[in-house]
């Protein structure tokens, strides 16, 4: 089963010289990736008892609770005693590296505005120490109880969860939060895999532009939901410029006080923003964005860190 021919060919001209090397990382499984808890659990006493259990997780040289297993692996950590009490949560490690990205700290007021199934959540609640104001929004009934179900099995007590749709947080609560995150939903191009056709089914330029719609709405409502002086990270796990530099120009050209920060994320497999597509020419700080390029543990992600300045 082949990607689809489309999604090649953008691909190419979004990557003309990494493509031919990064295509092929689209045909193998990748390592399961997880993240230790530290609201429920010593790392030291979660590593031993993974080891006592069979487990040889390997670490992630760039994040200390991350670490990664064989994918044959995935059954039987998810039966694990750790698993079913929160003590770890599997996620991808390009996902990790979004709240790394926005840092949020004890005590501060922040916003995760599109959060099921609570990965990013959880770990802002650990970077936070369970100190402040976490809420979390998700619109779908089976995607709330899912969110609220993985924070409370986390231990997360500082989160507040609300089945609504996120395009009209920004005008319910205007400059109430000192840190927003926003990984929005997307064409999920960076999970697609030439073995598994489930993966590229829905897939088209036509559901790009879709989503690139809504993540605008988002957007917008996530920059007005942040206080001045406060930081939006914006996420998305397509490749599309669409999804990613379109949307944070919309935003630019709009908000005279947003202003895209430099990101210091410790992976070598990223480049920066694209400042052109096509005919199409974007605000020469959206260089300043990362494009996190697929690699043999990681998938890609895009990420902009927006300031709202005054």
Do not use: H
């Not at 390029?293 to 990420?303: R, S, T």
């Amino acid at each position: 089963m082949a990607l689809p021919s489309e999604f090649v060919e953008r691909f190419k001209a979004i990557y003309p010289d990494d493509a031919d090397g990064l295509l092929p990382l689209f045909d193998a499984p990748k390592p399961l990736s997880f993240r230790i808890n530290p609201l429920k659990i010593d790392p030291e006493e979660a590593l031993r008892r993974l080891k006592e259990a069979g487990f040889l997780p390997k670490s992630v040289d760039w994040y200390d609770l991350a670490f990664t297993l064989p994918p044959e692996d995935r059954d039987r950590l998810v039966r694990s005693p750790l698993f079913e009490r929160g003590e770890i949560y599997i996620q991808s490690l390009s996902s990790m590296l979004a709240p790394l990205a926005l840092q949020p700290r004890p005590g501060e007021a922040v916003l995760d505005l599109a959060a099921a199934p609570g990965g990013k959540t959880l770990m802002m609640a650990a970077l936070m120490r369970n100190e402040g104001l976490l809420s979390a929004v998700e619109p779908g009934r089976d995607r709330f109880f899912r969110l609220k179900a993985n924070l409370d099995r986390g231990g997360v007590t500082i989160a507040k969860c609300y089945m609504t749709d996120g395009r009209g947080v920004g005008r319910k609560t205007p400059e109430r939060f000192d840190k927003v995150m926003l990984d929005a939903p997307c064409s999920t191009e960076a999970k697609f895999r030439s073995f598994d056709p489930e993966t590229t089914r829905y897939w088209s330029l036509k559901k790009v532009k879709e989503m690139a719609k809504l993540q605008t709405r988002l957007l917008f409502s996530a920059y007005q939901a942040l206080k001045p002086g406060g930081t939006l990270l914006y996420a998305t796990c397509s490749f599309a410029p669409e999804e990613n530099e379109a949307v944070v120009d919309k935003l630019l050209k709009k908000e005279p006080n947003a202003a895209v920060k430099p990101l210091n994320l410790p992976i070598d497999n990223q480049t920066p923003g694209l400042t052109t597509w096509g005919k199409k020419r974007f605000d020469k700080n959206l260089a300043q964005c990362v494009r996190v390029l697929p690699n043999q543990v990681m998938e890609g992600f895009f990420l902009a860190k927006i300031v709202k300045e005054g």
